[in-house]
C-alpha cells in the first residue's frame, strides 16, 4: 500500500521557552513535492521552527501536520561520528532495522543508492570525521536520502561551506527539487540560496506575520530590507547560457556612509 | 597529665576515700604497701602510673574485659568494654556467672578500636587498656582527654603473659597473675616436652580456619593460632602464609589437612559445613571426621586469653590421643572454679565445648564423657 | 574504480575483523584451558582432558578429588569470570555509547554502588542467594533511578547532569555502605562484607553460576543484539531521534539492562572494577567505532581480561588475591594512559 503523500503544515503555531515567545501565530504549509526556504534574521527562531516541523519540540500552541519521519539534515556543529560514511548513511535504516535488527544487504544498497545519489560514491569507505565540510554535508544528506522518507528538512545547509561546496549542494538540491519526488525544507541566510533552489520562501519578520510565497514574488527588496534591517537590491544578470538570473545583494556599508 | 588526671577523677574520689579509709583500718599492714603508687611499663614501653590500685579499668581490647573479671575474680574492677567482648560474654558462660556483665557498659570503642572518648569519660576510669601497635589515631583521643592508658599488643604468647600481668597488677592482684603464668608454663612444659617427643611424620597436617562462611581464611604464621597448634603437636598446613590470610578451596583441597580446626567467632559456623562442601568434603579431615569449633569459655578460645592452657589441652587430645589424654571436663571445673570462683555444671561444661555440633567428631567421646 | 577501491578497502577490513574475532576468541579458549589446567592443586593437563571428557560421556560417574576441584570449583569459577567479564565490558561499551562518552562507567552512574549497597545490605542482614541478588539489583536499579530523576530538567537529560548525578548517588551509597560496615558485626558479618566487596570469585559454585548467569547472559544478549541501536544512539539526539530512534526510552533499556548485568555479577563477586571502563576502550582501538563489531569485540576481551586475571588471582599466591583489587592495579595504569591520548586526541 502507497502511503499517500502528506503536506507539511504548522498552523498558527507558537514557541514559547520559559516566558520568551520565539514564535507565534506561525503558518507555513509545503505541498508534497514542493520546497521551501525559510530566512529570517540570527535569533528570529528559523532552527526552532524547523525543530518544531521535525516534531523535536512539542508546540506551545497551534498545530503541526507532518508524516511521522522526515530525513533531517543536521547543521554541521554536531561531533562528527568516528564511523566510516557508509556505515554512517546505513544508519538513516534505523527505523527499518529495528529495535534489535542488524541492517541487511538490501539496506546497505539504499544507503548506497543514497550515497550514489549525492554524488560521493568514491568517499564510501572513508571514515565521516575525516571528510571535509562540504563531503560531511552530503553525507548527511545521503543518511537522510535513505531513511526512504519523502521528506527533507536541512538546517542551515549551505552556511558551513566554501562558495564551491555551497554550489554543489544548491545543485543537488535544485536537482531533487525538479524530481518533484521529495518535499525539502531549508533554513538559510542567503536570499539567494532560496533563489536558487527554493519554490517557496518563508520570511520569518520581526514584530509581524511571517511571510510567505513564491520566491520571485515574496521576497521583494522591500520585504527582505524589512527582515534583515539592510538596505537590499535585487538585479538580473545574464548567466553561462546568457539567460536573465537574479541575484540580491545587500548594500552593505552603504547607510553608514549617509551618515558621515 | 597526672594534674590534669586529678581534676578528671575529683567526682568520683570522695565516696571512694571514706571506703578506703575504712579499708585502711580494717588491714593496716597491706594498706601500707598499696599506699604506694604503682608504677608499670606497658607493651609499648611507656610508663603508667597508679597512685592506688584501679578501681574502674575499661577495657578496649576484646580479650581484655574476661582476662579483668578472672584477675580480679568479678566485675567490680571492669568500668566498660567492647561491644564484641560483650556479645561473646552474653553468647557463653560468663554472662551466666555473672549475670551484672550485661549492665556493664560496651560502647566506650567504635569500629577498630576507635575510643568513644564521652563514653569513657562518662565511665570514670582510673585506667584505660588499648591496643597498641594499631597506629596513634585510636590511642590519641585518649591521652589528650587526659585518660590514664595503657597500652598492650596483640599475637603472642608472651604478649599476652605481659598484658595479663600488667591487668592484673593494675588491680592489685599481681598473684593471680603469676598463677595463671605459672599455670601457662607448667602446661606449655608438659605438653611441649612430650610433643618433642614426636616423630614430625606422626604430627597430623592442621588448618585453622579463622574465616569460613563466606570468604575463607586460614591461621598462618604469626598467628596465635599458629603457636598454639603448633605447641599442641600439629603441622600447620598454612605455615607458609602470613597472619590471616584468604584462601580458596582448591588450595585447601590441596593441602588435605588431616583436622580442620573452626574458629569460635562465626556463630551459625559448624562442622557440617565442611561435610556439605563438595570439595572441603573430600579433605582427609572430613573423612575422618576430624573437623572441630573452637570451644567457648571465659572467652573465645582461638585468641590467646586467661583459658589458653585449656585451649592447648583440648588441641594435644584431639591432635594426639594416644599421647595426651588430659581430664579436660575436669580441668575445666576446676580452672573455672579458681579463675572465676564459679562452680561448673556438667550442661554448662558441654556447652563450653560444643559438644551437640561434634556429635560425629572422632575424639570428642572422650571429651563427652562425665 | 573508485568504487572498486571502496570495495576492496571494505573487503579487507571485513576480513581483518574477522581474522581479530578469530584470534580473540582463540584466546579467550586457550586463556580459559590454562585457567583449568593451573591452580593450587596440581592436575596434570592429560588428567584434565579425561575428566572433562569423562565429564561429558559419564556425567553420572562419582567423582574423585581432582575431577571434584577441576567441574566443582573451576569450572563454574571460569564460566562466572567469562560471563561476567563479558557482561561487564558490555556494559561500559553501551553507557559509553548512549552518553556519548568515554569516560563513562557503571560504577560512575553509581549502579556499582548502589548494587554494592544492596548486597552489603543483603549480608548484614544474613540473605544470601536469590535475595542477595534481589536485593543487589533493586539497589543498583533505584541508584540509576536516583541519577535519572537528579538529571531530568526540564524533560531533557544533560549528560554533565547525569555523571554529576552519579557522582552524587555514587558518593551516598558508598557512605551507606561505610555505614553496613560501621555497624556489622566484625566477627560476623563485617570480613564477609569487606572481602565480598573488594570483588572474588573465590567462593563461585555451580549454584551462584545459576544465580548469576540468567541476568549476566540475558542483559549482555540483549545488549549485543541493540548493538546497531546503540550506534545511533551515540548520534546528537535530534538525529537519533529524526533516524526514527526514541533515544530517552531507549536509553532507560540500556541502563535497565546495566543494572541487570551490574546487579548479577555484583550479587556473586561483589564489585569487579575497571572492566566496564577499560576494556570498550582497547576494544575500540582495535576495531573502530562501530559497536557492530566493537560490542562483540567488547565481549570477547573483558571475558579473556577476567578470565587472565581471576587465573592470576587464584594462582599467583598460596592466599587468593582480591579479583578486584588485581583488575584495579591494572586497570587504573592503562586508563591513565587511554585518557591521556583521548585528551591529546581532542586537542589535536
Known sequence: ?260 | MIFRCHIFRRPAIRPCAALLAFAALLTVPLALVRAEPIVMTDLEGRTVTLEKPAERVAAIPIPMASILIAMGQGTKSLAGMNRIAKTAMLEGILGKIFPETADIRADIAGQNFMPNVEALAAARPDLVIQWGGRGDDIVKPLTNAGLNTMLILYGTEDYARRYITLAATAIGKPERAAANIAWRRSVEAEIGAKVRAIPPAQKPRVLHLSRAMTAMAASGRGSYEDASITLAGGENVAAALNDVMPVNRERIAAWDPEVIFLNGFEEELTPEFIYKDPILSQTAAARTKRVYKYPLGGYRWDPPNQESPLTWMWLANLLHPKVFAFDLRGEIRMRFRELYAYELKDTEIDGILRLPIHASAAGYDALRSR | ?348
Open chain 3, 1 to 348: 574504480m573508485a568504487l572498486a577501491d571502496a570495495l576492496v578497502a571494505a573487503g579487507s577490513r571485513q576480513s581483518r575483523r574477522v581474522a581479530t574475532t578469530t584470534l580473540l576468541v582463540a584466546f579467550l579458549v586457550a586463556a580459559s584451558l590454562v585457567g583449568l589446567g593451573v591452580g593450587q592443586f596440581p592436575i596434570a593437563p592429560s588428567r584434565v582432558i579425561a575428566i572433562l571428557g569423562q565429564a561429558i560421556t559419564d556425567p553420572a560417574a562419582p567423582l574423585a578429588v581432582d575431577a571434584r576441584i577441576l567441574l566443582l570449583v573451576r569450572l563454574p569459577r571460569l564460566v562466572l569470570a567469562i560471563l561476567a567479564g563479558a557482561g561487564l565490558a558490555i556494559c561500559g561499551g553501551a553507557l559509553q555509547c548512549v552518553f556519548r562518552n568515554p569516560l563513562v562507567a557503571p560504577q560512575i552512574l553509581g549502579i556499582s554502588p548502589g548494587a554494592a549497597f544492596g548486597g552489603a545490605l543483603a549480608i548484614f542482614l544474613g540473605i544470601s542467594g536469590v535475595g542477595l541478588l534481589g536485593l543487589s539489583f533493586a539497589c543498583g536499579l533505584g541508584a540509576l533511578v536516583l541519577v535519572g530523576w537528579i538529571a531530568r530538567i526540564d524533560g531533557r537529560t544533560e549528560t554533565v547532569t547525569v555523571l554529576l548525578g552519579g557522582l552524587v548517588v555514587g558518593s551516598l551509597f558508598s557512605a551507606l555502605v561505610s555505614l553496613i560496615q560501621f555497624v556489622a558485626d566484625p566477627n560476623g558479618s563485617l570480613p564477609a562484607i569487606v572481602y565480598w566487596l573488594m570483588g572474588s570469585f573465590a567462593s563461585a559454585t555451580w549454584e551462584q553460576a545459576g544465580l548469576a548467569a540468567p541476568g549476566l547472559v540475558t542483559g549482555s544478549s540483549v545488549l549485543l543484539a541493540l548493538r546497531f541501536r546503540l550506534n545511533i544512539l551515540s548520534l546528537d539526539e535530534n538525529e537519533a531521534r529524526s533516524l526514527g530512534a526514541h533515544p530517552e526510552r531507549e536509553r532507560w533499556l540500556v541502563f535497565g539492562l546495566v543494572a541487570i548485568v551490574v546487579a548479577s555479577s555484583v550479587a556473586v563477586s561483589g564489585i569487579i572494577g575497571w572492566v566496564g571502563l577499560i576494556i570498550p576502550h582497547i576494544s575500540r582501538l582495535i576495531v573502530g567505532p562501530d559497536q557492530r563489531v566493537a560490542l562483540p569485540v567488547t565481549a570477547l576481551i573483558g571475558a579473556s581480561f577476567l578470565v587472565v586475571t581471576d587465573t592470576i588471582a587464584r594462582t599467583a599466591t598460596t592466599a587468593e588475591i582480591p579479583l578486584g583489587v588485581l583488575t584495579a592495579i591494572v586497570g587504573a595504569p592503562i586508563f591513565a594512559l587511554l585518557l591521556r591520548r583521548h585528551f591529546r586526541e581532542r586537542e589535536a
Open chain 1, 1 to 260: 500500500m502507497k502511503i499517500t503523500p502528506m503536506k507539511i503544515a504548522l498552523n498558527r503555531a507558537g514557541m514559547r521557552f520559559g516566558s520568551r515567545w520565539i514564535f507565534r501565530g506561525l503558518d507555513l504549509a509545503v505541498e508534497h513535492g514542493a520546497t521551501l526556504a525559510i530566512l529570517g534574521p540570527n535569533g528570529r527562531g528559523k532552527t526552532t521552527a524547523l525543530h518544531a516541523i521535525l516534531g523535536f519540540l512539542p508546540l506551545t500552541e497551534g498545530e503541526r501536520t507532518a508524516p511521522n519521519r522526515l530525513g533531517y539534515v543536521p547543521q554541521l556543529l554536531t561531533i562528527p561520528a568516528p564511523h566510516a560514511l557508509r556505515e554512517m548513511v546505513v544508519m538513516g535504516r534505523c527505523a527499518r532495522v529495528g529495535l534489535f535488527g542488524q541492517p541487511s544487504p538490501e539496506d546497505y544498497r539504499a544507503a548506497d543508492a543514497a550515497i550514489e545519489r549525492v554524488g560521493i560514491r568514491h568517499l564510501a569507505g572513508e571514515p565521516f570525521a575525516r571528510l571535509s565540510g562540504g563531503e560531511r554535508q552530503m553525507g548527511l544528506i545521503a543518511r537522510a536520502l535513505a531513511t526512504g522518507s519523502d521528506v527533507l528538512v536541512l538546517d542551515e545547509p549551505a552556511s558551513a561551506l566554501d562558495l564551491g561546496n555551497q554550489g554543489r549542494l544548491l545543485y543537488l538540491l535544485n536537482d531533487l527539487r525538479q524530481a518533484r519526488e521529495m518535499t525539502i525544507l531549508f533554513t538559510t541566510h542567503d536570499p539567494n540560496h532560496a533563489l536558487a533552489a527554493a519554490d517557496d520562501a518563508l520570511l520569518m519578520m520581526k514584530n509581524e506575520a511571517a511571510l510567505s510565497g513564491p520566491v520571485d514574488t515574496i521576497m521583494s527588496e522591500a520585504n527582505l530590507t524589512r527582515l534583515y534591517g539592510v538596505a537590499m537590491r535585487q538585479f538580473a544578470i545574464p548567466d553561462q547560457q546568457g539567460q536573465a538570473m537574479p541575484v540580491i545583494v545587500p548594500m552593505h556599508a552603504r547607510h553608514s556612509g549617509e551618515k558621515r
